[in-house]
């Protein structure tokens, strides 16, 4: 099947009233956009060939963009609003839905999930399966549309577009909040011996390679790997925190990158403190506990995780020490 007509099944699909209130690519649309460019490139010679002729003479000068007056004045405006609500609305539920439970810590967690009713549990997987539907399908449309206009204007826009994507962090199969959702699978399937395996298909993860990953397998069979590493201890993530830009750390080692001691968390970084990884600045006031993440490395590496946590607690009251011996100091002096 062609994604066009997997995509406008889904769209009316079961799940009809879970997207009333969100929005979607609108792919079609887009899709028609370019074809009737195409068109009346082909028909005249007169719409995009002026703009190709300038694109082949600065082929060398990258920074200059191919501009198509077809196609742009609707199209990249158009689709950067669809992926920021998409995202919007990705995000929102997502929290949403995983804050129900890891609230409740791992015991509370697993009890809680013991005694909840079958058809609870079936809901609240249902829902995440739904959101999860939803992003994939969403960002292979996106990847499709942004392919599908270079092909047709012979240009580097569509990667152009996703780089901003990127630099806005609004690239959908990137949100932490996926990682997370990845996680809530994985955690529900350990702990209810496998029946809810019809629902993780799409997540696995391998945590005892060399580089431990979580990888998502999308419905066109491509799969991405979230790396599961810190880039500071080189370990696995533990008590791990997603900055703004995307990037996974530990919390005692992004802690560490912002000159903040533990106990006082992540919100009180500088504004200015940058990403370890990409050197964005203001990554840490927003970034996101991982918690879900966190109790799937519990629970399938029981040993690191203990040391590790032994760890952080010792870090902890040393910095703890530290800090209130500094604040003594300067209150009385000496
Ligand atoms: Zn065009
Ligand atoms: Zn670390
Ligand atoms: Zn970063």
């Known amino acids: 099947m062609k994604f066009g007509e997997a995509f406008r099944e889904y769209l009316h699909g079961d799940q009809e009233k879970f997207l009333d209130k969100c929005s979607h690519v609108e792919y079609k649309r887009l899709k028609k956009v370019l ?101 994939t399908m969403n960002a292979i449309a996106i990847r499709k ?18 780089s901003k994507m990127r630099a806005e962090h609004i690239e959908l199969l990137q949100s932490p909040w996926l990682i997370e959702l990845g996680a809530l699978f994985l955690n529900i399937n350990g702990v209810d011996g496998g029946r809810f395996s019809e629902f993780c298909g799409n997540f696995s993860c391998d945590l005892d390679a060399s580089e431990p990953v979580m990888r998502l397998t999308l419905p066109n069979s491509v799969t991405i790997d979230y790396s599961l590493t810190c880039a500071i201890c080189l370990d696995t993530v533990f008590n791990p925190y997603a900055l703004s830009c995307g990037h996974l750390f530990c919390k005692s080692c992004a802690c560490s990158a912002a000159f903040v001691p533990i106990f006082l ?69 000496y």
């Open 145 to 162: 549309i942004l392919k599908k206009y270079d092909k047709v204007h012979s240009s580097v826009n569509g990667n152009v577009f996703k």
């Open 265 to 333: 968390g992540l919100k009180e970084a500088t504004p200015d403190s940058k990403c370890s990884i990409c050197r964005e600045a203001g990554v840490y006031q927003n970034a996101v506990h991982m918690m879900e993440l966190d109790l799937l490395l519990k629970q399938r590496c029981k040993e690191n995780w203990k040391e590790r946590m032994v760890a952080e607690r010792a870090l902890i009251v040393k910095q703890t020490k530290e800090y209130w011996d500094m604040q003594t100091k300067y209150a009385i002096g």
């Open 35 to 135: 074809k009737r460019c195409r068109r009346s490139s082909l028909g005249s010679q007169e719409v995009c060939r002026d703009s190709l002729e300038e694109q082949e003479e600065d082929r060398d000068q990258e920074n200059r963009l191919f501009e198509c007056v077809v196609c742009d004045q609707m199209f990249f405006s158009e689709l950067m609003k669809e992926v920021s609500d998409i995202a919007g609305c990705f995000n929102t539920k997502a929290r949403r839905l995983l804050h129900l439970h890891v609230a409740k810590g791992m015991q509370g967690y697993v009890l809680w999930f013991r005694q909840c009713f079958r058809d609870d549990k079936l809901a609240m997987a249902e829902e995440g399966r739904m959101l999860m539907e939803y992003v």
